[in-house]
């Protein structure tokens, strides 16, 4: 007796399947997960954890900035910590990190909220002594905070060779200058 196979849209593949004498395809067996990596948290050996970095007093934040043995991530966590709490103590170790290609938009992120004029004065310093990207960023620096006795030194940094220089002086003497 010849075998009924009921008419669905997979028909044609189980007739052929079955004519052909091919077994049905099995799937793959499920591949076992790769196992999870735990990153442990990031923990100076010397200053301890970021919480720990971020709990410590003004001056002992700028004792980690002065520290030439403290890691870049505990400065980096200090100079954070730093635009919240610091004053104007604060900010020549801050300044000093100007130029450190790590750690300059750290200190630049700690400097600006600083409310003082020495500020603006180790900002204006930098503009002679850092290049490039650095030098970028401490002019992006100067017009965040709108520096009008940076006018003279930012007109001249316009025709800078490097163009992104240039585009950022642009763009800071347009956020210092009053409207026409």
């Not at 100079?79 to 610091?86: E, F, I, K, T, Y």
């Amino acid at each position: 007796m010849p075998r009924h196979i009921p008419l669905t849209a997979t028909t044609p593949l189980l007739v052929a399947s079955a004519l052909a004498g091919a077994q049905q395809p099995q799937p793959e067996p499920a591949k076992p997960k790769p196992e999870r990596v735990v990153i442990p948290p990031m923990v100076d050996e010397k200053y301890g954890s970021p919480a720990q970095i971020m709990a410590l007093p003004p001056a002992k934040l700028i004792a980690i900035l002065k520290d030439s043995g403290a890691s870049v991530y505990a400065k980096a966590k200090a100079c954070q910590q730093l635009a919240v709490v610091g004053d104007k103590s604060a900010v020549p170790a801050l300044a000093a990190l100007l130029a450190d290609p790590q750690l300059s938009h750290y200190a630049r992120f700690g400097l600006e909220p600083i409310p003082d004029s020495s500020v603006d004065e180790a900002l204006r310093a930098a503009l002679g002594k850092v290049k490039g990207k650095l030098l970028v960023g401490v002019i992006n620096s100067i017009g965040h905070r709108r520096d009008a006795k940076a006018l003279g030194a930012l007109a001249k940094l316009l025709h800078d060779a490097d163009s992104e220089v240039a585009k950022a002086a642009d763009a800071a003497l347009t956020r210092i200058r009053p409207p026409l």
